[in-house]
């Protein structure tokens, strides 16, 4: 299991950077429960949206009753058999049923019309949670009129993006002590932290970025998977598969961000990670892929 999955918070209380909506979310769910909303969940790449997303759901419906969504592959056809799911109420312990949106702002027009709709007539059991970048909503809601109507009819959560470099390289240090890697003080996690969060903050991909495996908003991805201190501080070289796996999942992600192409992949249309997975592929075999956000 990566360690990914295997630290992800489980609980609330696990959750860490994320104090404020964490309190709100929870004074929700004492209130009368998470469900009968919708929720936009936005904010820079491993700040925890994945993770809250999941923990929101959890809070409404059983493991089998939540369903996760590619935004760009959401079709009006499929929203209207969505919406007729959700008239049903789940099997299981808990009755409600959970949809997770990831990056939303690969919506398209008609889709988002729909969602008006649909998200008007949300049944009291269901919680729809979308989950966008800080960059992608803003291009979002420049492509798009109906993009501001849509977050006015969900609860918008827009996760911390500062003061976190302490919380995450705490917890970092906790599972790497846990995992028998732990060699550095904890100062040494705090400098990592910021200096790899100010390289994803400015498209400039480092050594230690490149390193993938999913957190959650316990610790960003790129944090936990450069726990080992050989890795974390230089002296190991990315291993090719690692490398690859990192640059395919950030070049589908900035594909979906925004319009505008690296150089490295001329030609490639914005809804067509296939293709860009495929020129990658051929670009590694030929040699090192520049990854530069384009200006």
């Known amino acids: 299991m990566q360690l990914a999955e295997k630290y992800r918070p489980r609980s609330w209380a696990d959750v860490v950077g994320q104090g404020k909506i964490v309190t709100r979310l929870r004074a929700l769910a004492a209130r009368g429960g998470l469900a009968g909303r919708a929720y936009w969940l936005s904010g820079q790449s491993g700040t925890g949206k994945t993770t809250l997303a999941k923990l ?11 369903a996760e969504l590619d935004a760009a592959a959401l079709s009006v056809g499929e929203l209207l058999d969505l919406e007729r799911e959700m008239q049903v109420y789940g099997l299981g312990v808990k009755t409600g ?5 990831n990056e939303a702002q690969a919506l398209r027009k008609p889709v988002i019309r729909q969602l008006l709709v649909m998200l008007e007539r949300l049944p009291a059991h269901v919680a729809v949670v979308f989950t966008t970048t800080t960059e992608g909503q803003e291009s979002l809601f420049e492509d798009y009129d109906d993009a501001s109507p849509l977050l006015s009819r969900c ?6 993006r500062r003061d976190l470099s302490r919380p995450f390289a705490e917890r ?5 002590e846990a995992e028998g890697l732990d060699g ?20 400039s991909v480092g050594h230690a970025a490149l390193m993938r495996a999913r957190s959650g908003s316990a610790v ?5 998977s450069a726990l080992h201190p050989a890795t974390a501080f230089g002296v ?11 640059i395919w999942g950030l070049s589908i992600r900035w594909l979906r961000t925004d319009r505008r192409l690296s150089h490295s992949w001329p030609g490639v249309r914005f809804h067509d990670p296939a293709t860009l997975i495929q020129s990658s592929q051929r670009r590694l075999r030929s040699g090192p892929v520049p990854l530069r956000r384009p200006t």
């Open 155 to 160: 609860l918008r959560l827009d996760l911390a």
């Open 236 to 246: 190991r070289p990315v291993p090719r598969r690692e490398m690859q796996s990192a």
């Open 56 to 66: 929101i759901a959890a809070d409404v419906a059983d493991p089998f009753n939540v």
């Open 220 to 224: 960003p991805s790129w944090f936990v």
């Open 97 to 101: 049923r959970a949809y997770l949106v």
């Open 172 to 176: 970092a240090k906790l599972i790497a």
């Open 184 to 203: 550095q003080p904890i100062e040494r996690y705090v400098k990592l932290s910021a200096n790899i969060a100010r390289r994803i903050g400015s498209g």
